[in-house]
């Protein structure tokens, strides 16, 4: 063990005779010695060293034992140093509860005995030894609590970062067929549960596969892309719009007053999807026109259950498209047994 990382054991006493004695009592011990001669030079070790031991003299000019304790007891650098009191004046019990109020753990009577002295000493030894490791070990396991917090942290954002990347369209950042499966579950249940009516607007672009194939896939992209922003930008907040496959995009409406709330909603989109996109790619800068055609499926009026809803807005959006394309119409009122 290097002399830094021995334990310090600081001698306080104004007498150097008792210094001197008290270093060669302390010969055995691993630890380095400090000596003071005075309280105020003990203190200002104490600024500079971490003492693992402090033996103090009680009677002593200026500055007794007693004093000296007391100023350590109630700095909060120094108040968990534990004190031993060298003396011969502890001859009641009252003067050794004086020295347990002042912050002594134990005293030591004079003549000094050496056998008692090194027992006692490397009691304290082991204590601080021990305290130290428990401490290093503390700081460990804080250290990795930490760093496992990080983990988790960084586990959380990638699963986050995963699950993102598995329920939305890479192309247009709109949810995909995954999460528009959780959502239109979601609002049935509420709707049923509240009994409230929600709609379904099925969406197809009119005209984007001849922009696709005149001008090339890296336009029909952007197109798609700006479609997608033009969408976004015109749904109610409760809405949720996603992008199927291809050119095809739905839109879930909940909390719907009525029919004509889906209906106005989908004719707004027809109208904002049909005005002239301005593209630039590869140095390329066109402006295409497309349309939308929508089918509009509710609940209940439609459909109860989500695969009959959608399969209701898929029919009324493919009527709309042999019709003229580029327009709104419900699906069939539902059937009910007589």
């Known amino acids: 063990m290097s002399m830094a990382d021995l334990p310090k054991i600081l001698v306080v006493d104004d007498v150097r005779a008792n210094l001197v004695g008290m270093r060669r009592l302390l010969a055995p011990v691993k630890a380095e010695i400090f000596e003071a001669r005075s309280g105020n030079e003990a203190l200002a070790l104490c600024l500079d060293h971490s003492f693992a031991l402090i033996l103090l003299d009680v009677q002593m000019p200026d500055m007794d034992g007693f004093e000296v304790a007391s100023l350590l007891n109630n700095d909060p650098a120094t ?60 700081e460990e396991l804080e250290k990795r609590n930490r760093q496992l917090e990080v983990e988790i942290e960084e586990r959380r954002r990638v699963e986050k970062q995963i699950r993102h990347m598995a329920t939305h369209d890479a192309l247009t950042g709109l949810g995909n067929r995954i999460l528009f499966i959780e959502h239109l579950s979601r ?18 672009i009119d005209g984007f596969k001849q922009v696709n194939d005149h001008h090339g896939h890296g336009i029909g992209d952007i197109l798609l892309c700006a479609i997608a922003n033009r969408l976004r930008s015109n749904l109610r907040h409760e809405d949720f719009a996603v992008r199927l496959s291809g050119d095809e995009f739905a839109v879930i409406m909940t909390d719907l007053p009525n029919a004509e709330a889906a209906k106005a909603q989908a004719e707004r989109l027809c109208g904002q999807l049909a005005e002239p996109y301005r593209l630039s790619h590869a140095g390329q800068s066109l402006t295409v026109n497309v349309g939308t055609s929508i089918g509009i499926a509710l609940y209940p009026d439609h459909a109860m259950e989500e695969a009959e ?24 009122p539902r059937r009910v047994a007589v």
């Open 79 to 138: 108040c968990d140093i534990p004190i031993v009191f060298v003396t011969a004046a502890f001859h009641d019990d009252i003067n050794r509860l004086k020295g347990y109020t002042f912050g002594a753990v134990d005293y030591i009577a004079k003549p000094i005995n050496d056998a008692v002295l090194l027992s006692k000493v490397t009691v304290f030894l082991d204590l601080h030894i021990s305290k130290l490791r428990l401490r290093a070990a503390l």
């Open 187 to 204: 609002a049935r249940a509420q709707a049923e549960r509240h009994g409230r009516q929600f709609g379904l607007l099925y969406l197809d």
């Open 309 to 332: 809803l959608i399969r209701m807005a898929d029919t009324a959006m493919y009527e709309v498209k042999q019709q003229g394309k580029n327009g709104v119409r419900f699906a069939a």
